[in-house]
């Protein structure tokens, strides 16, 4: 008797230890168990376990509470119990259940599709999406800033670019209503005529205000001495601009092979334009302006037969006696410089382009007339071919608790930045001169444009956001 009642003693507290055991589970550890259970076929000990979950003290969180039934409709699917698998979904919708995919797509709920209540289903999981989101991104034309990080130029507020600037009366070159190309070739149009081109004699010194001085004193130079004077000089006003070493096959050897140009970034057009100021030209395709690469490529796949250079009048060249065809051949190679800086580092143009830009599938020449180069190669068109003054928007946190706020930060690639034009809602623009900003949102759709200035008042590509916020108080 007294065994009999100790074992008896000993198997109730055994019980007591194994449910005690199962308490301290919790439904992050069943509900592997049920998955496990579901796929060894055991729909039973699954629904065991899937109902132990949804009676837990305290209650769980509403998500996991739909989880937890939408599975447990499944494995009632799987036992061909539709009644119970149907309360269950709709218990799951109702908890705010919103994979519509999962439910469009799971196999084990195929037999329920065909039920005519499981439309209903649907569309409350569709309508819980709408809730659940509270910020919906409606519009994110927010680019990439690429690899324009690598490519370097002077700021418009440098000393020696504003004494250019003022004597020899650049912003005068500009008229109200020119667009960005008109004022970009007017600016070759004035550098061309400084001098006559003399194909043998360099400059002692690469510096834009240091060439013209010589030209004052009745010196006439290369095709290296335009391109520098036209880049410092667009860079003056703003520009991002940059020289070119054009090289035509054949470079290891003899002479004439090289012929120097410059490509300025224009924001009118979004892309780079190729400007030739020692013949007062640029190339078109059709009714497209090209840059160097464009030009190439056009040539290269024989598709030519829309390729124009187009020469502007000159005061000492005839437009007659430019030949394209004799122009033509220099866009074999493109060698560039990523460091654009001129004016304050001079020594830059004292060395052959390091960058040689290839096509895909060309192959390099070593030598450059007979002497070797230090030489690096890319193929990377978006690497050389950088988008810039565009302005990008990185989110930082977002917050809805109280006041609706989204906090960003503003990365840009504009040279010379200044500030950032900010407009909210089509509201007044106002001036930003910080990295950080923070946007509150109201309720409905919330608009912001964002466009980088830089210090010669020069407008970037503009940034815009749409963002339709459905909480709060309607």
């Known amino acids: ?42 729909y039973r000990n699954a629904l065991r376990i899937y109902d132990r979950i949804l009676k837990t003290d305290p209650p769980i969180e509403q998500s996991l509470r739909a989880f937890v039934l939408f599975h447990r409709a499944i494995n009632y699917a799987m036992l061909h119990e539709d009644d119970s698998a149907m309360l269950s979904l709709r218990t799951a919708v109702d908890n705010g259940f919103a994979e519509v995919e999962d439910l469009q797509i799971y196999n084990d709920l195929q037999n329920l599709r065909k039920l005519p209540q499981y439309e209903e289903i649907l569309e409350k999981a569709k309508e819980n999406i709408a809730k659940k989101k509270v910020f919906n991104v409606e519009e994110w034309e927010n680019p990439g800033l690429g690899f324009s990080y690598l490519h370097q130029f002077d700021s418009v507020g440098l000393a020696d670019l504003v004494q250019l600037r003022l004597m020899y009366s650049l ?13 970009q070739v007017t600016v070759m149009n ?4 400084l001098w006559r081109h003399n194909p043998i004699q360099s400059a002692p010194s690469q510096k834009c205000l240091d060439i013209l001085q010589e030209v004052k004193k009745g010196q006439t130079f290369r095709c290296m001495e335009y391109a520098s004077v036209l880049a410092q000089s667009l860079q003056s006003l703003g520009y991002s601009a940059r020289i070119l070493e054009l090289c035509s096959e054949g470079m290891s050897y003899g002479l004439a092979k090289a012929h120097a140009a410059v490509e ?7 892309k780079w334009i190729f400007l030739d100021p020692q013949n007062n030209a640029l190339w078109k395709n059709k009714e497209e302006f090209c840059n160097a690469d464009e030009v190439r490529e056009i040539i290269e796949t024989k598709k030519d037969d829309s390729l124009v250079m187009i020469a ?29 800086r001129y004016t304050s580092n001079p020594d830059i143009l004292q060395q052959l382009a390091p960058i040689c830009y290839l ?18 190669f890319s193929t990377n068109r978006e690497k050389i071919y950088p988008r810039l003054n565009l302005t990008h928007v990185a989110v ?61 008042g020069l407008k970037g590509k503009e940034t815009k956001v749409a963002i339709e916020y459905s909480g709060g108080d309607k």
């Open 1 to 42: 008797m007294q065994i009999t009642t100790l074992l008896m003693a000993l198997i109730a507290l055994l019980v007591i230890a194994v449910n005690n055991a199962n308490a301290q589970e919790t439904p992050q550890e069943l509900i592997p168990r049920a998955f496990s259970e579901y796929s060894a076929k055991k």
């Open 171 to 183: 912003d005068t070159l500009k008229k109200t209503s020119m667009n960005q190309i008109t004022h």
């Open 190 to 193: 004035w550098v061309h005529g």
């Open 264 to 270: 300025v970034w224009n924001d009118d057009l979004q």
């Open 312 to 340: 502007f009048p000159s005061s000492w060249l005839a437009v007659e006696n430019i030949t394209p065809s004799v122009w033509r051949k220099y866009f074999h190679y493109i060698f560039l410089h990523y460091d654009n």
């Open 359 to 376: 096509r895909r599938g060309q192959t390099p020449e070593l030598l450059y007339q007979g002497m070797p180069r230090e030489i690096d």
């Open 396 to 456: 930082k946190s977002v917050e809805h608790q109280e006041t609706p706020t989204v906090t960003m930060e503003l990365t840009h690639s504009i040279n010379s930045f200044d500030h950032f034009d900010v407009q909210l809602d089509n509201g007044k623009t106002n001036e930003v001169r910080t990295l950080g900003l923070s946007w509150n949102l109201r309720r409905g759709k919330n608009t912001m444009t964002i466009k980088g200035v830089n210090k010669a």
